[in-house]
């Protein structure tokens, strides 16, 4: 195991050592690589949708490696952990192959990939954890059936990986809240649960983001493509699952659901039952408020995190 290398050091060096190597690294390689990625080619439906035209695309590809390396160096490894790795890359890379391709990919062979990647870490985490689900405002706890649990998580992990896909549409916003909503978790594993793995692995993650948001601030030099948002998506689901406390998702990432989902059901209450919502409404949300209400991307950015950080605050004054 590569994190007995480390066994010499003390917790907090090893944590010390992995995040500064993690930003640094992902920041250097960022550099390095920006000019093979593919370039963005413009979104003719999204407000300010041509600035981003010609610009690298798919940093994700390289954050999200620097981030499953370093969980590799600095965590401890079990079989779980690695399945859950393995999904962030396959996330990860189909996001890549999209954001590379001439012809998008229609939206169907996209939702097939995120069932199967939400089928194996449902599996796997019922597999390791049980089907115990845990209500932190009031302790109480209770087992459901695990073939129903496993179809909840693959909602919850459906669900986490399109409404994070949806918000990366203006320079710095969905890394942002990324981190807001990570960070809700971490206090959760450090305070509640004493996971020190997911903490750490929570941590690693947010430095890995910080090191491209260095690029991605507005007006930013390279944008993270699905290959950053469905993969972050995805793990923030997984850390969801892994506070024994899913529920918890919903106002720690509630700017992502309201944001990013809000189109979503719009989209699909249209196409499939023909029922047609918020029509005066321009999703996602960050396109309505920037285009109807003349928000500035600083301040949307901005105005979404501070309603974020407000809402995580008073749900850790409330489980804490």
């Given at each position: 195991m ?5 066994d010499n050091l ?8 992995g995040?500064?190597l993690?930003?640094l ?5 960022l ?29 994700g ?10 969980t ?13 790795l393995?999904?962030?890359i396959?996330?990860m890379m ?8 001439k ?6 062979k ?14 796997t985490y ?7 689900l845990t ?12 073939v ?17 896909n949806?918000t990366?549409?203006?320079d710095?916003?969905?890394g942002?809240?990324g ?15 004493e996971?020190?793995d997911y ?6 993650m ?14 930013s ?13 995805l ?5 969801a ?6 529920l ?10 309201i ?5 979503l ?6 196409r499939?039952f023909?029922?047609k919502?918020?029509?005066?409404t321009?999703?996602?949300?960050h396109?309505?408020v ?6 500035s991307?600083?301040?949307t ?7 974020q950080?407000?809402v ?9």
């Amino acid at each position: 195991m590569l994190y007995s290398i480390f066994d010499n050091l003390s917790g907090k060096s090893i944590t010390f050592v992995g995040l500064l190597l993690a930003f640094l690294i992902t920041c250097i390689l960022l550099k390095v690589l920006q000019n093979i990625l593919p370039r963005d080619g413009g979104r003719a439906y999204a407000v300010n949708g041509g600035l981003s035209q010609g610009k690298p695309r798919g940093a994700g590809l390289v954050f999200i490696l620097v981030f499953v390396v370093a969980t590799l160096l600095f965590v401890p490894i079990s079989r779980e952990l690695i399945i859950y790795l393995l999904m962030i890359i396959a996330a990860m890379m189909s996001g890549y192959l999209d954001d590379s391709s001439k012809a998008p990919w229609g939206e169907y062979k996209k939702g097939l990939i995120d069932l199967i990647i939400a089928l194996v870490c449902a599996v796997t985490y019922v597999n390791f954890n049980g089907s115990t689900l845990t209500i932190l405002t009031t302790g109480t706890s209770f087992e459901l059936n695990p073939v129903l649990y496993v179809l909840l998580a693959m909602l919850l992990i459906w669900v986490s990986i399109n409404v994070t896909n949806c918000t990366d549409g203006v320079d710095g916003l969905s890394g942002s809240i990324g981190i807001a909503t990570t960070f809700t978790f971490y206090l959760v594993f450090v305070s509640i649960t004493e996971n020190q793995d997911y903490a750490l692995i929570s941590l690693l993650m947010i430095a890995c983001i910080l090191g491209y948001l260095w690029f991605n601030a507005s007006p930013s030099k390279l944008l993270m493509g699905d290959a950053g948002s469905r993969a972050i998506g995805l793990f923030i689901a997984i850390i969801a699952l892994k506070t024994g406390s899913p529920l918890l998702y919903i106002p720690a990432a509630i700017v992502f659901i309201i944001d990013g989902g809000l189109g979503l059901v719009k989209v699909a209450l249209l196409r499939f039952f023909k029922i047609k919502i918020l029509a005066n409404t321009r999703t996602p949300i960050h396109d309505h408020v920037r285009k109807n209400l003349g928000w500035s991307d600083t301040q949307t950015v901005f105005r979404f995190i501070t309603i974020q950080v407000m809402v995580s605050f008073i749900v850790l004054y409330l489980v804490l």
